[in-house]
Protein backbone atom coordinates (compact mmCIF):
# COMPACT_ATOMS: atom_id res chain seq x y z
CA UNK A 1 0.00 0.00 0.00
CA UNK A 2 1.02 3.46 -0.98
CA UNK A 3 2.48 5.91 2.15
CA UNK A 4 -0.10 8.54 2.81
CA UNK A 5 1.15 11.80 2.61
CA UNK A 6 0.14 12.22 6.30
CA UNK A 7 2.26 9.26 7.51
CA UNK A 8 5.32 10.09 4.76
CA UNK A 9 5.80 13.57 6.84
CA UNK A 10 5.48 11.64 10.21
CA UNK A 11 8.19 9.12 9.02
CA UNK A 12 10.32 12.28 7.66
CA UNK A 13 9.83 13.59 11.20
CA UNK A 14 11.50 10.91 12.80
CA UNK A 15 14.09 10.63 10.42
CA UNK A 16 15.05 14.61 10.51
CA UNK A 17 15.43 14.24 14.08
CA UNK A 18 19.26 14.31 14.19
CA UNK A 19 19.16 16.77 11.20
CA UNK A 20 16.70 19.98 12.26
CA UNK A 21 14.51 20.43 15.26
CA UNK A 22 13.05 22.98 12.74
CA UNK A 23 12.25 20.55 10.13
CA UNK A 24 11.15 17.96 12.25
CA UNK A 25 8.52 20.51 14.07
CA UNK A 26 6.99 21.80 10.66
CA UNK A 27 6.74 17.96 9.64
CA UNK A 28 4.58 17.31 12.55
CA UNK A 29 2.19 20.33 11.66
CA UNK A 30 1.75 19.58 7.78
CA UNK A 31 1.13 15.48 8.72
CA UNK A 32 -2.19 17.20 11.11
CA UNK A 33 -2.77 20.30 8.56
CA UNK A 34 -5.50 18.95 6.73
CA UNK A 35 -4.55 22.37 4.38
CA UNK A 36 -1.56 21.51 3.74
CA UNK A 37 -2.27 18.01 2.85
CA UNK A 38 -5.00 19.09 0.58
CA UNK A 39 -2.19 21.23 -1.51
CA UNK A 40 0.59 18.17 -1.25
CA UNK A 41 -1.92 15.80 -2.26
CA UNK A 42 -3.07 17.84 -5.12
CA UNK A 43 0.36 16.90 -6.63
CA UNK A 44 2.13 14.23 -7.98
CA UNK A 45 3.38 12.01 -5.23
CA UNK A 46 7.11 12.90 -5.85
CA UNK A 47 6.28 16.82 -5.74
CA UNK A 48 5.38 16.26 -1.89
CA UNK A 49 8.35 15.25 -0.78
CA UNK A 50 8.94 17.08 2.74
CA UNK A 51 12.63 18.24 2.09
CA UNK A 52 11.11 20.00 -0.97
CA UNK A 53 8.63 21.41 0.01
CA UNK A 54 10.60 23.04 3.20
CA UNK A 55 12.99 24.44 0.23
CA UNK A 56 10.26 25.90 -1.97
CA UNK A 57 8.81 27.77 0.78
CA UNK A 58 11.54 28.81 1.79
CA UNK A 59 12.72 30.29 -1.76
CA UNK A 60 9.22 31.68 -1.96
CA UNK A 61 9.98 33.31 1.51
CA UNK A 62 8.04 31.82 4.25
CA UNK A 63 9.79 32.68 7.22
CA UNK A 64 11.83 30.57 9.35
CA UNK A 65 9.41 30.71 11.92
CA UNK A 66 7.06 28.54 13.92
CA UNK A 67 5.01 26.25 12.62
CA UNK A 68 1.51 28.42 12.63
CA UNK A 69 3.22 31.00 11.56
CA UNK A 70 5.30 29.09 8.62
CA UNK A 71 1.68 27.33 7.21
CA UNK A 72 0.38 30.39 6.94
CA UNK A 73 3.15 32.13 4.98
CA UNK A 74 3.34 28.64 2.58
CA UNK A 75 -0.96 28.77 2.51
CA UNK A 76 -0.47 32.49 1.45
CA UNK A 77 1.99 31.37 -1.62
CA UNK A 78 0.09 28.33 -2.22
CA UNK A 79 0.00 29.03 -5.96
CA UNK A 80 3.80 29.45 -6.60
CA UNK A 81 4.13 25.88 -3.84
CA UNK A 82 2.36 24.08 -6.11
CA UNK A 83 3.77 25.20 -8.82
CA UNK A 84 7.43 25.21 -8.08
CA UNK A 85 7.21 21.28 -5.91
CA UNK A 86 6.52 19.52 -9.05
CA UNK A 87 9.47 21.42 -11.59
CA UNK A 88 12.10 21.04 -8.00
CA UNK A 89 14.37 18.31 -6.98
CA UNK A 90 16.16 17.90 -4.02
CA UNK A 91 19.88 18.92 -4.77
CA UNK A 92 21.46 20.05 -1.31
CA UNK A 93 24.92 20.45 -2.14
CA UNK A 94 27.04 19.27 0.43
CA UNK A 95 30.76 20.53 0.39
CA UNK A 96 31.20 17.96 3.61
CA UNK A 97 31.46 14.99 1.38
CA UNK A 98 34.27 15.90 0.47
CA UNK A 99 35.60 14.35 3.75
CA UNK A 100 35.11 10.98 2.84
CA UNK A 101 35.86 11.72 -0.88
CA UNK A 102 39.34 12.84 -0.17
CA UNK A 103 39.72 9.47 2.13
CA UNK A 104 38.84 7.36 -0.80
CA UNK A 105 40.91 9.26 -3.26
CA UNK A 106 43.62 8.99 -0.78
CA UNK A 107 44.13 5.19 -1.67
CA UNK A 108 43.21 5.19 -5.43
CA UNK A 109 46.65 6.32 -6.90
CA UNK A 110 47.00 9.47 -9.04
CA UNK A 111 46.76 11.42 -10.29
CA UNK A 112 42.72 11.58 -10.68
CA UNK A 113 40.60 12.76 -13.31
CA UNK A 114 37.16 13.05 -11.24
CA UNK A 115 33.54 12.45 -12.27
CA UNK A 116 30.56 12.93 -10.11
CA UNK A 117 27.33 11.71 -10.68
CA UNK A 118 24.54 13.90 -9.55
CA UNK A 119 27.12 17.20 -8.87
CA UNK A 120 24.61 19.77 -8.03
CA UNK A 121 26.55 22.82 -8.59
CA UNK A 122 29.93 21.10 -8.34
CA UNK A 123 30.94 21.68 -4.73
CA UNK A 124 31.99 17.81 -4.35
CA UNK A 125 33.96 18.16 -7.78
CA UNK A 126 36.90 20.47 -5.94
CA UNK A 127 37.69 18.62 -2.70
CA UNK A 128 41.50 19.59 -2.98
CA UNK A 129 40.55 23.62 -2.70
CA UNK A 130 39.05 23.04 0.88
CA UNK A 131 40.58 23.02 4.33
CA UNK A 132 40.81 19.59 6.30
CA UNK A 133 40.51 19.40 9.94
CA UNK A 134 40.31 15.70 11.11
CA UNK A 135 39.77 14.72 14.68
CA UNK A 136 41.25 11.67 15.76
CA UNK A 137 40.95 9.59 18.91
CA UNK A 138 45.16 10.43 19.03
CA UNK A 139 45.03 14.43 17.43
CA UNK A 140 44.14 16.28 15.37
CA UNK A 141 45.33 16.45 11.45
CA UNK A 142 45.20 19.22 9.44
CA UNK A 143 45.18 19.57 5.69
CA UNK A 144 45.29 21.77 3.27
CA UNK A 145 43.81 25.71 3.71
CA UNK A 146 40.40 26.68 2.92
CA UNK A 147 37.95 28.20 2.91
CA UNK A 148 36.11 26.38 3.65
CA UNK A 149 37.83 24.03 6.58
CA UNK A 150 36.00 21.00 6.91
CA UNK A 151 35.97 19.54 10.54
CA UNK A 152 35.54 15.74 10.85
CA UNK A 153 36.11 13.06 13.84
CA UNK A 154 37.42 10.34 12.16
CA UNK A 155 40.09 7.10 12.58
CA UNK A 156 43.51 7.55 12.30
CA UNK A 157 43.53 4.75 9.62
CA UNK A 158 41.23 7.29 7.55
CA UNK A 159 43.48 10.05 7.49
CA UNK A 160 44.89 10.97 4.17
CA UNK A 161 48.44 11.91 3.83
CA UNK A 162 47.72 14.34 1.41
CA UNK A 163 45.08 16.26 -0.80
CA UNK A 164 44.08 14.60 -3.96
CA UNK A 165 46.04 15.21 -7.21
CA UNK A 166 42.70 15.94 -9.76
CA UNK A 167 44.23 16.65 -13.08
CA UNK A 168 40.34 17.14 -14.78
CA UNK A 169 36.92 17.07 -13.02
CA UNK A 170 33.62 16.88 -14.49
CA UNK A 171 30.25 16.82 -12.76
CA UNK A 172 26.97 15.31 -14.64
CA UNK A 173 23.15 16.74 -13.11
CA UNK A 174 19.38 16.74 -13.83
CA UNK A 175 19.39 20.44 -13.51
CA UNK A 176 23.01 21.71 -12.96
CA UNK A 177 23.29 24.27 -10.90
CA UNK A 178 25.88 27.28 -11.19
CA UNK A 179 27.53 28.05 -8.35
CA UNK A 180 28.43 31.96 -9.78
CA UNK A 181 24.36 32.17 -10.32
CA UNK A 182 22.59 34.14 -7.44
CA UNK A 183 19.44 32.55 -8.03
CA UNK A 184 21.07 29.28 -8.11
CA UNK A 185 23.02 29.83 -4.29
CA UNK A 186 19.93 30.90 -3.28
CA UNK A 187 18.22 27.57 -4.06
CA UNK A 188 20.92 25.68 -2.82
CA UNK A 189 20.59 28.01 0.73
CA UNK A 190 16.69 27.37 1.14
CA UNK A 191 17.80 23.25 0.52
CA UNK A 192 19.20 23.92 3.96
CA UNK A 193 17.69 23.48 7.37
CA UNK A 194 17.27 27.20 8.89
CA UNK A 195 18.69 26.39 12.12
CA UNK A 196 21.77 24.98 10.62
CA UNK A 197 24.08 28.49 10.32
CA UNK A 198 27.22 26.03 10.07
CA UNK A 199 25.91 24.63 7.32
CA UNK A 200 25.28 27.60 5.52
CA UNK A 201 28.48 29.14 6.18
CA UNK A 202 29.93 26.42 4.94
CA UNK A 203 28.23 26.61 1.87
CA UNK A 204 28.57 30.47 1.32
CA UNK A 205 32.20 29.78 1.80
CA UNK A 206 32.02 26.13 -1.04
CA UNK A 207 30.35 28.62 -3.55
CA UNK A 208 33.02 31.45 -3.25
CA UNK A 209 35.74 28.76 -3.80
CA UNK A 210 34.11 26.85 -6.99
CA UNK A 211 33.43 30.53 -8.48
CA UNK A 212 37.15 30.96 -8.43
CA UNK A 213 37.32 28.44 -11.78
CA UNK A 214 33.73 26.86 -11.84
CA UNK A 215 33.73 23.17 -12.17
CA UNK A 216 32.03 21.89 -15.32
CA UNK A 217 28.80 20.13 -14.78
CA UNK A 218 26.82 19.28 -17.83
CA UNK A 219 22.97 18.28 -17.97
CA UNK A 220 22.11 14.44 -18.54
CA UNK A 221 21.44 11.58 -16.67
CA UNK A 222 23.63 10.02 -14.51
CA UNK A 223 24.41 6.11 -15.97
CA UNK A 224 23.53 7.64 -19.49
CA UNK A 225 26.12 9.89 -19.74
CA UNK A 226 28.87 7.85 -18.20
CA UNK A 227 30.52 6.82 -21.51
CA UNK A 228 31.05 10.18 -22.96
CA UNK A 229 32.02 11.43 -19.03
CA UNK A 230 34.82 8.55 -19.58
CA UNK A 231 35.23 9.28 -22.87
CA UNK A 232 36.45 12.93 -22.78
CA UNK A 233 38.54 12.14 -19.48
CA UNK A 234 42.19 12.59 -20.55
CA UNK A 235 44.86 9.98 -20.54
CA UNK A 236 47.42 9.45 -18.29
CA UNK A 237 45.01 10.05 -15.08
CA UNK A 238 43.18 7.78 -13.09
CA UNK A 239 38.94 8.00 -13.59
CA UNK A 240 37.69 7.86 -10.74
CA UNK A 241 33.37 8.02 -10.67
CA UNK A 242 31.78 9.60 -7.58
CA UNK A 243 28.27 9.42 -5.97
CA UNK A 244 28.26 10.65 -3.25
CA UNK A 245 23.90 11.07 -1.29
CA UNK A 246 22.62 10.80 -5.07
CA UNK A 247 21.92 6.89 -5.66
CA UNK A 248 18.53 7.22 -3.27
CA UNK A 249 17.14 9.74 -5.84
CA UNK A 250 18.02 7.10 -9.06
CA UNK A 251 15.40 4.50 -9.83
CA UNK A 252 15.84 1.01 -8.51
CA UNK A 253 17.40 -0.54 -11.38
CA UNK A 254 19.91 2.43 -11.48
CA UNK A 255 20.98 1.92 -8.23
CA UNK A 256 21.36 -1.92 -9.01
CA UNK A 257 23.50 -1.22 -12.27
CA UNK A 258 25.24 2.02 -11.37
CA UNK A 259 28.68 -0.03 -10.09
CA UNK A 260 28.48 -2.65 -13.49
CA UNK A 261 28.34 0.32 -15.04
CA UNK A 262 31.61 2.22 -13.67
CA UNK A 263 33.21 -1.02 -14.12
CA UNK A 264 32.51 -1.28 -17.60
CA UNK A 265 33.75 2.68 -18.51
CA UNK A 266 37.42 1.22 -16.73
CA UNK A 267 36.86 3.86 -13.79
CA UNK A 268 37.24 3.16 -10.37
CA UNK A 269 34.24 3.96 -8.00
CA UNK A 270 33.87 6.20 -4.93
CA UNK A 271 30.09 5.65 -3.43
CA UNK A 272 29.31 7.89 -0.17
CA UNK A 273 25.94 6.93 0.00
CA UNK A 274 22.85 5.64 2.06
CA UNK A 275 23.72 2.20 3.37
CA UNK A 276 21.25 0.40 1.75
CA UNK A 277 21.25 2.71 -1.84
CA UNK A 278 23.40 0.72 -3.93
CA UNK A 279 22.73 -3.47 -3.11
CA UNK A 280 26.45 -4.34 -3.78
CA UNK A 281 27.31 -2.42 -0.97
CA UNK A 282 24.49 -3.17 0.87
CA UNK A 283 25.20 -6.53 0.93
CA UNK A 284 28.48 -6.74 1.92
CA UNK A 285 27.72 -4.24 4.36
CA UNK A 286 25.28 -6.97 5.95
CA UNK A 287 27.88 -9.19 6.03
CA UNK A 288 30.75 -7.38 7.97
CA UNK A 289 27.64 -6.50 10.22
CA UNK A 290 27.46 -10.26 10.82
CA UNK A 291 31.04 -10.81 11.86
CA UNK A 292 30.60 -8.18 14.02
CA UNK A 293 32.98 -5.98 11.71
CA UNK A 294 31.25 -3.01 11.20
CA UNK A 295 28.17 -0.84 12.98
CA UNK A 296 24.77 -2.29 12.38
CA UNK A 297 23.18 1.32 12.85
CA UNK A 298 25.56 2.92 10.05
CA UNK A 299 23.94 5.54 8.46
CA UNK A 300 26.14 6.00 4.90
CA UNK A 301 28.47 3.95 3.68
CA UNK A 302 31.74 4.84 2.04
CA UNK A 303 33.27 2.08 -0.38
CA UNK A 304 35.86 1.70 -3.35
CA UNK A 305 34.83 -0.35 -5.67
CA UNK A 306 31.84 -1.43 -4.05
CA UNK A 307 34.24 -2.47 -0.80
CA UNK A 308 33.12 -1.11 1.88
CA UNK A 309 35.86 1.01 3.78
CA UNK A 310 33.72 3.28 6.70
CA UNK A 311 30.56 3.88 8.12
CA UNK A 312 29.54 7.66 8.07
CA UNK A 313 27.08 10.20 9.26
CA UNK A 314 24.99 11.81 6.13
CA UNK A 315 27.00 14.73 5.51
CA UNK A 316 30.53 13.19 6.29
CA UNK A 317 31.28 14.81 9.67
CA UNK A 318 31.79 11.30 11.15
CA UNK A 319 33.71 8.26 9.87
CA UNK A 320 34.61 4.97 11.36
CA UNK A 321 36.70 2.54 9.21
CA UNK A 322 35.20 -0.72 8.91
CA UNK A 323 36.29 -3.42 12.02
CA UNK A 324 37.19 -0.19 14.10
CA UNK A 325 33.72 -0.06 15.93
CA UNK A 326 32.39 -3.74 16.48
CA UNK A 327 28.64 -4.42 18.02
CA UNK A 328 30.40 -5.35 21.30
CA UNK A 329 33.27 -2.53 21.89
CA UNK A 330 29.81 -0.09 21.27
CA UNK A 331 28.14 -1.50 23.74
CA UNK A 332 30.66 -0.24 26.10
C1 LIG B 1 21.03 15.44 -2.88
S1 LIG B 1 21.87 16.09 -4.32
C2 LIG B 1 23.55 15.59 -3.94
C3 LIG B 1 24.56 16.50 -4.58
C4 LIG B 1 26.00 16.16 -4.29
N1 LIG B 1 26.36 14.84 -4.78
C5 LIG B 1 26.34 16.28 -2.82
O1 LIG B 1 26.58 15.26 -2.17
O2 LIG B 1 26.38 17.39 -2.31
C6 LIG B 1 21.43 14.93 -5.59
C7 LIG B 1 21.64 15.47 -6.98
O3 LIG B 1 21.43 14.41 -7.91
C8 LIG B 1 20.76 14.94 -9.03
N2 LIG B 1 20.10 13.81 -9.72
C9 LIG B 1 19.02 13.11 -9.32
N3 LIG B 1 18.75 12.12 -10.21
C10 LIG B 1 19.71 12.19 -11.18
C11 LIG B 1 19.98 11.44 -12.35
N4 LIG B 1 19.20 10.41 -12.73
N5 LIG B 1 21.04 11.80 -13.11
C12 LIG B 1 21.81 12.86 -12.76
N6 LIG B 1 21.60 13.60 -11.65
C13 LIG B 1 20.58 13.28 -10.87
C14 LIG B 1 19.82 15.99 -8.46
O4 LIG B 1 19.45 16.95 -9.45
C15 LIG B 1 20.68 16.59 -7.34
O5 LIG B 1 21.40 17.73 -7.78
Request: charged share 25%.
Amino acid sequence: MTESTRDWYLRAARELAATSARQVEWCLGVADDPRLLALLDALPPPARQPSLLFAVAAQLGAPDADYPVWADAVLARADAVAEQLPRRRVQTNEPGRCVPLTVALARIPGPIALVELGASAGLCLIPDRYGYRLRTPGGLAVLGEGPPVLEAETDATLVPQALPDIRWRRGVDLAPLDAADPEDARWLEASLPPDRPERRARLREALAAARLEPPEVVAGDALASLGALAAAAPRGSTLVVASLGTAVYLPPPDRARLLGAIRDVGARAVTFEARAALPEVAGRWDALVAEGRADPDAAFVLAIDGEPLASGSPHGGRLTSVGARTPATRQR
